[in-house]
């Protein structure tokens, strides 16, 4: 019987336990159908063409390794060139999708690796999304921040901000932390014109407000398993449950334009 690379790539998933995955720069693509998509739109395109490149290049060699890692990237990434580096910044906004405060390390440690630099400028967290419509407090933001307070500490990160914060949170937030927040994302999907009494406290205490279009969730666990099923027949898509997404950017200091953009996420397998 012929071995396609469907089946040794479903084989591979099949005896996995974890997931990664690297766009690469995207402002390189071509591959990306739509002219403006959503990010949302845009990730589930990304896991889409990374995995049918990375079906094409598996061999049934990597069968009898079987490894506990998959890793699906381009053929070629691109790193920070050393000599630019202080001529860039080097920026992402960490999405996780799971309760687990301590994935923001591991996430933070791999943009690094991929990237070839030894810190990022900033990050910015999402904390996921909460269950039953249950309202955050900084209860469930502390493990985050505390996680993304170390990385600071040890100068692997030199900015932490937050996303969708309104004023009495970033308030509190501000007070109980640290290593204070640097920025806060809002969204004007929901808030067309940035809230007064939010303006002015990031005024105040010299906190940068920037905006985005981001849904408030990345991906669902329903669209990420359909990517997956799409792209490689006979996997067992519903057992890949995605633990975060780190979305990079590195933008010229000097000119503010995007030199490269790109997706990092992780996924683990949960056995049902």
Request: charged share 25%; glycine share 2%.
């Amino acid at each position: 019987m012929e071995v396609t690379d469907n089946h040794v790539a479903s084989l591979l998933l099949n005896r996995a336990a974890q997931l990664n995955f690297h766009t690469g720069n995207l402002v390189n693509w071509r591959c990306l159908k739509k002219k403006m998509p959503s990010p949302s739109e845009e990730l589930q395109d990304c896991i889409r063409a990374i995995l049918a490149e990375w079906r094409s290049r598996v061999t049934t060699d990597g069968l009898q390794e079987s490894p506990d890692t998959v890793e699906c990237s381009l053929a070629q990434t691109e790193t920070v060139n050393a000599d630019e580096r202080e001529e860039l910044k080097v920026s992402a906004k960490l999405f996780i999708t799971c309760s687990d405060s301590a994935y923001i390390s591991n996430a933070v440690n791999m943009a690094c690796a991929a990237l070839d630099v030894s810190n990022l400028d900033s990050v910015i967290i999402a904390p996921p999304p909460l269950e039953d419509g249950t309202e955050l407090t900084l209860e469930h933001l502390q493990p985050y921040w505390g996680e993304l307070e170390n990385l600071v500490h040890n100068k692997q990160v030199l900015a932490i901000g937050t996303s969708d914060l309104d004023k009495t949170l970033l308030e509190q937030l501000y007070q109980w932390a640290q290593v204070k927040p640097s920025s806060n994302q809002v969204n004007l999907a929901s808030c067309c014109v940035m809230p007064p009494e939010l303006t002015a406290f990031a005024k105040e205490f010299d906190i940068q407000l920037l905006t985005h279009n981001d849904s408030k969730e990345m991906l669902s666990a329903t669209d990420f398993q359909e990517a997956i099923k799409e792209s490689i027949p006979n996997v067992r898509a519903n057992e890949w449950k995605l633990k975060w997404i780190l979305r990079y950017s590195t933008i010229v200091k000097s000119r503010g334009i995007i030199k490269s953009k790109g997706y990092i996420l992780q996924a683990k397998k949960s056995v049902l």
